[in-house]
Structures are given as structure tokens and as C-alpha cells.
């Protein structure tokens, strides 16, 4: 689930830092659908034209932002963004 997002975004960080930087980018597939300045937004206006579980919505920074959630995020896919310099225990 979302792996094929992840590594998009993975794949593609430099050129989306470059573009959207500060910006909530909401991916499905292999594409950003669209971009917006506040995370509610993304989703509450994403939810209505894409399907649930069928998209993630990132906050694109020049360097990652860890959180609790997004630890979780990746233990549970099994994923650790490239350039994140975080400990990872199993």
C-alpha cells in the first residue's frame, strides 16, 4: 500500500523539493496530483475526486521532518526515505 507513491517521491525528491517546496503534495501513482500551502486542505479536497488509501499527501521540506507517525509509516511498509538520518530498530 502507497509503495509505488513512496518511491516516486523518493525517485523524485530533488525535483520536487525544487518545485514545491513548503507545499503539501498529494501523490497517486507515479504523479503529484496537486499542491497545497495547508495539509486540511490537500486532503479534504483530494478525498473527492481520489479514492481513499489510492494517495498520500507529503510535506515536501529540504530536509525530512520525523515524526512519530512517519517512523511508524515506515516500519509498517517496510520503507525508510533515502535521506532520512534516522535509527531504525527492529
Known amino acids: 500500500m502507497l509503495e509505488t507513491e ?6 523524485n525528491r530533488d525535483e520536487l523539493v ?7 503534495i498529494v501523490i497517486s501513482g507515479n504523479k503529484v ?4 500551502d495547508d495539509e486540511n486542505e490537500a486532503y479534504f479536497e ?5 479514492p481513499l488509501g489510492s494517495f ?7 530536509e525530512e521532518e520525523v515524526s512519530a507517525f512517519s517512523i511508524y509509516r515506515c516500519l509498517k ?14
Open 33 to 36: 496530483v496537486s499542491a497545497y
Open 46 to 50: 483530494t478525498i473527492k475526486t481520489v
Open 77 to 90: 511498509f517496510n520503507i525508510l526515505p533515502s535521506k532520512a538520518n534516522i535509527p531504525i530498530f527492529r
Open 6 to 11: 513512496w518511491e516516486f517521491y523518493e525517485n
Open 18 to 24: 525544487e518545485k514545491y517546496c513548503g507545499k503539501y
Open 56 to 62: 498520500m499527501i507529503h510535506h515536501v521540506m529540504e
